[in-house]
Every structure is written in C-alpha cells, then in structure tokens.
C-alpha cells in the first residue's frame, strides 16, 4: 500500500467515524447536564421536605405543649365541677390534636409521594441515557466491521496490486 493509499484510507475512516465522535461527546455532554440537573432538584426537594418537616414538627410541638397546658389547667380548674365535664374537655382536646397530626401525616405523605416521583423521573432519564449509549454501542461495532472489512480489503488488493506487477515484469522481462 502507498503513502497516497494509507493517507486516503486513514481520511476516510476519520470522515467516517467522526459523526460518531461527535454523537457520543454531544450525549456525553447532554448526560452530565442531566445529572447536574437531577442532582439538584433532588438536593432541592429533600431540602424543601426537611424544612417542611421541621417547621411542621415544631408548629406540633408547640400546638401539642399549648393544648397539654391547656388541658391541664381546665382539669385542675373543673375537677370540682365533675368528671363528666373534664373528660369531655379532654376529648376535644385529644380531637384537636388528631385533626392537627392527621395534618401533619398528609403533609409527610406528599413529600413522599414527590421523592418517590423524583425517584421515577430519575430512573427514566437513566434509561434513556442507557439506550442512548446501547445505540452508541451498536453503531461503534458496525464501524469495527466496517474497518475489518476495509483492512482485509486493503490486504486483498495490496496482494492482488503485487501479483500485477509481478506479471507486467515477467511480460516485460520477455519482451
């Protein structure tokens, strides 16, 4: 093979191949800006739902320590006026603080179910991603053939082109 023919060769599998480069270093980039993007929105979501849980857990706090005080100088105050009153007092107070902890749960529950979508986003951009690069994968290997082809080709024709000069000198030799 000549210079001429190595230099050709090697230009064409640079043109061939460099669409491809090209694809994976675009897919590569568009994959780390996914993740960037993930990573944050999670950062910032469970950030969101801790501060959510704090502010709500201590609001309980302070509602529950309110209550509890309250019940408790209403039991000191009424315990002469009767048991029946004080345990409906009581009552409305335990009520009172079921309604505030149900609450309480259903806030918990939506910042689960928002972590848990979060989650599922996630995993469908990473399948996403993966097929991108299942496709990149395929693509590189028919590209593998393609230059395993071209190189036993090449060998083929050097073999052939050595075989023609051979023959044009014997002819020429006889001549």
């Known amino acids: 093979m000549t210079n001429d023919e190595a230099t050709w060769l090697k230009e064409v599998i640079q043109a ?4 491809l480069r090209e694809l994976i270093e ?27 849980m704090a502010e709500g857990l201590a609001g309980l706090r302070g509602e529950m320590a309110e209550g509890l005080a309250d019940v408790r ?14 345990r409906g007092e009581m009552a409305a107070g335990f009520g009172e603080m079921r309604r505030h902890f149900e609450v309480l749960t259903e806030d918990l529950r939506g910042g689960v179910k928002l972590l848990a979508e979060g989650h599922a986003a996630l995993s469908e951009k990473i399948e996403s991603v993966d097929q991108k690069v299942t496709r990149v994968e395929g693509r ?36």
């Open 16 to 19: 061939e191949t460099r669409p």
């Open 73 to 86: 100088d209403t039991l000191r105050a009424e315990m002469a006026g009767g048991l029946d009153t004080v």
């Open 140 to 175: 590189v290997e028919s590209l593998d053939l393609r230059v395993m082809w071209l190189q036993d080709r090449t060998v083929s024709l050097e073999v052939g082109q050595r075989a023609v000069v051979a023959a044009v000198r014997e002819l020429m030799g006889q001549k």
């Open 26 to 52: 675009a897919n590569q980039a568009e994959m780390r800006a996914g993740f960037t993007v993930v990573r944050g929105e999670m950062a910032e979501g469970l950030a969101g739902l801790r501060g959510e």
